[in-house]
């Protein structure tokens, strides 16, 4: 009998595994019918051969798979990894970038911040004022140029004022003359920063074009005019600084607020809101204001010193501006006296705590002994604290160097020259008001000593040598009298109670000193007056009792080696203006350097 062979669904048996889960997800992409097995998407027959093909593939798929996935994790790490790296490095550059690009001795500053500025810009007072408000948007978003590692110390303090200022470098008046930019000037390193002129009215001054560059001398002129947005801007500008200032304190935002910073509370000057540092306002008045008229122009600057007193630390008194007709006829000895003490009065009554100081700015082309001595007189006079020499000149140099065509006719242009040849002049000039300053010093009536604790109860004592004996006695006398106790049993019990001092020599009625002769009561009226306080000379007053006057100048200066040469020649601080609109923000940083430099030089060589 012939055996049939079992059919192949026999032969095996479908794993449970295989029996609970469907391998419909295993089949080809292109399924072809076939006899020996249906469509797998129902599968109701047992395993068969061609099926195994389709287990085989279940595993050489998941090996597969499984190495992908390794594959995919690698890259991923891999992926991740130079994402971090690039990251990191955008990071790392964006910090260096931001660090590099705010400090002020970074080289961009110089040599592609300002070139850009003239390239984009003719005309220099749009450059200027461009470069102005590139500076307060910078300040606005915390990104502003500033002074990094500075090494000031004791070896560039200098105290002007009261003040113990952290360097001497200051910037002129022009750089900011509407107060927009204060704080982000004070950053760039100098310790007085001088904003303005303002006047009463805001006025426009000249007519456009009013700058002019002088690029092969570093040098500029303007006949800009005093154009000014206005004294009570300027105040409302700086009220503004402080009060945001006091609000960062936690004082608030209100006047007692302002009024705390002002009056010290927050350890900074009220002006300046830096610790070291000095505000300095420059006041001026309307070119409308008729020039012989004394008390009107008296008024436009009181007017000016009332709205900004408050605010600064140092009120400039512009007396020499080449560009204001009539201005410079001010320096005269009268009517600067007058002017000038109106506004020291007017400074004084500034509301807080430390008055303002104030100073008076001279021109270099009033240079004559007369005048020279005429203003330090009228400064003497007036009780001003000050004199910054130094101003625009309405002369032209000679030039440095070869002249190009374009700028030969620049230089025909009417206004102030302001630039490196003016230096010398500066420091001539700074030793001349040095030294009749000093001597006025010395001439100076200073205040007599009062016997009297309470002044408006003291005897003034005249000693003058023309002076009557007599009433020199009396007024002794008078003296004593007020100062004796009253002859009281009480007060003559306390005074027996009271231990005894032995009299002077010159006065024990049997000493027979030089003092006095046999022949001369010990205490009579001569020895008496002898013993008065010597009088004061008209040579020797002042001495000690005067004040010596602070000297700030400006013109020329471009390095730390002329900054040091015109403190040796008697300033107490040297500004810049047209060195920081050529070398850029980096300027004041550079000068320090650079005196540091000369100051170290100067002590090896002095060493044996």
Known sequence: MTMLKPPPSQLFTLPIRLQTHRLDRFQPSIHRPHFLHPPLKTFPHPLKSSHLTYRLASTTTTAAARTAAQTTTTASLLTRTKNLFLGTSIA?????????????????????????????????????????????????????????????????????????????????????????????????????????????????????????????????????????????????KLRQRVREYAYGMGFGIDEEAEQRVLDG??????????????????????????????????????????????????????????????????????????????????????????????????????????????????????????????????????????????????????????????????VELTKRYRTLLDEGMQAKPGPSPMPSKAPSQAIQIQASPDEDLSARIEATTARDEKNLKPDTPEAEAESKSQPLFMLPERNIPSSSGDSGSSDTPALSASHHVDQLPAAPSQQDSGKGNSKRKVIFATGGITNGKQALEVLEAGASVAQVYTALVYGGVGTIARIKDEMRDEMETSRRKSQP
């Open 265 to 426: 509370e927050a350890g900074v000057p009220g002006g300046s809101l830096m610790p070291g540092r000095l505000l300095a306002v420059q006041v001026a008045k309307n070119s409308w204001t008729p020039d012989d008229d004394i008390e009107a122009v008296k008024a436009d600057y009181v007017y000016c010193v009332d709205a900004v007193a408050r605010y600064s630390d140092i009120i400039v008194v512009n007396v020499s501006s080449p560009n204001t007709p009539g201005l410079r006829g001010l320096q005269r000895v009268e009517p600067l006296t007058n002017i000038l003490k109106g506004v020291v009065s007017a400074a004084k009554r500034a509301t807080k705590t430390t008055r303002p100081a104030v100073m008076v700015k001279v021109s270099p082309d009033e240079d004559s002994e007369e005048q020279v001595r005429g203003i330090c007189d009228a400064v003497w006079e007036s009780g001003v604290d000050g004199v910054i020499v130094g101003n625009t000149t309405k002369r032209r140099p000679e030039p440095l160097g070869a002249l190009p065509s374009r700028e030969a006719a620049v230089l025909l242009e009417q206004g102030g020259y302001s630039g490196p040849q003016l230096f010398e002049r500066t």
């Open 92 to 236: 790392l550059s964006l910090v260096f970038a931001y660090l590099y690009i705010t400090d002020v001795r970074a080289g961009i500053h110089q040599w592609a911040v300002v070139p850009s500025l003239r390239w984009f810009y003719e005309d220099a007072e749009e450059a200027h004022e461009r470069g102005t408000e590139l500076l307060g948007g910078l300040w606005a978003w915390g990104v502003y140029p500033r002074e990094r590692g500075a090494k000031e110390g004791e070896r560039l303090e200098v105290e002007v004022f009261g003040h113990m200022l952290a360097n001497p470098i200051g910037t002129s008046a022009g750089i900011d003359k509407h107060a927009a930019i204060p704080s982000p000037l004070f950053h760039l390193g100098p310790s007085i920063v001088e904003i303005g002129g303002c006047t009463p009215y805001p006025q426009d001054g000249n007519a456009r074009p009013r700058v002019f560059r002088l690029p092969s001398q570093n040098a500029l002129i303007n006949r800009y005019g005093l154009n000014s947005e206005g004294a009570d801007h300027v105040a409302m």
